[in-house]
T-cell receptor, first 110, second 112 residues
Framework: DAKTTQPTSMDCAEGRAANLPCNHS???????VYWYRQIHSQGPQYIIH???NNETNEMASLIITEDRKSSTLILPHATLRDTAVYYC???????????FGTGTRLTIIP | EPEVTQTPSHQVTQMGQEVILRCVPI?????FYWYRQILGQKVEFLVS????????KSEIFDDQFSVERPDGSNFTLKIRSTKLEDSAMYFC??????????FGEGSRLTVL
């Protein structure tokens, strides 16, 4: 699986949009970008995934650059409950042997 | 929303003892997984299980580990002779093979 690079930590004000970047410059053509998050020590929670088109669901939006070498997860109106570690993972579709990195620790500030 | 449930939430055991961690995956899922997270470290893949057999395992998953689906609902992880370094959060996950994994809340194992 391709490796990803994420900032170690970020802060965002409550109610604002949180934009979490991820670099995956070695992504291959059949690999998807997945985002999971882990709140405190709970189990990871799926957020969103995409191949090359931008995606949106009830939790977030995913913007993937045209060259697919980077992406941004957007939480449109961050709440205190969004404080978590966010993992960007590149993997083949259906390959659930996920390789977690260290992620980005997002802190939402009241 | 359907969820993966795990028991126990926390288990304390003595080194050398056997431990069984239990998981009830989402009912229509066919793919099952165990991951672990040592305190302060990354979430690591241990094993995947499909059609009553291991489909993939990591280097961590050595002979002291085993998995089983003893009935139609449970999925277990057994550690035969626990070591201090087995202390971790163990996460069960399941999938229908389509999109993504659903993780349980984890079982914290403390080996003394």
């Amino acid at each position: 699986d391709a490796k990803t690079t994420q900032p170690t930590s970020m802060d965002c004000a409550e109610g604002r949009a949180a934009n979490l970047p991820c670099n995956h410059s070695t992504i291959s053509g059949n690999e998807y970008v997945y985002w999971y998050r882990q709140i405190h020590s709970q189990g990871p929670q799926y957020i969103i995934h995409g191949l090359k088109n931008n995606e949106t669901n009830e939790m977030a939006s995913l913007i993937i650059t045209e060259d697919r070498k980077s992406s941004t997860l957007i939480l449109p109106h961050a709440t205190l409950r969004d404080t978590a570690v966010y993992y960007c993972i590149v993997s083949n579709f259906g390959n659930e042997k996920l390789t977690f990195g260290t992620g980005t620790r997002l802190t939402i500030i009241p | 929303e359907p969820e993966v449930t795990q028991t126990p939430s926390h288990q304390v055991t003595q080194m050398g003892q056997e431990v069984i961690l239990r998981c009830v995956p989402i009912s229509n899922h066919l793919y099952f997984y165990w991951y672990r997270q040592i305190l302060g470290q990354k979430v690591e893949f241990l094993v995947s299980f499909y059609n009553n057999e291991i489909s993939e395992k990591s280097e961590i998953f050595d002979d002291q580990f085993s998995v089983e689906r003893p009935d139609g609902s449970n999925f277990t992880l057994k550690i035969r002779s626990t070591k201090l370094e087995d202390s971790a959060m163990y996460f069960c996950a399941s999938s229908d093979g389509a999109v993504h994994l659903f993780f349980g809340e984890g079982s914290r194992l403390t080996v003394l």
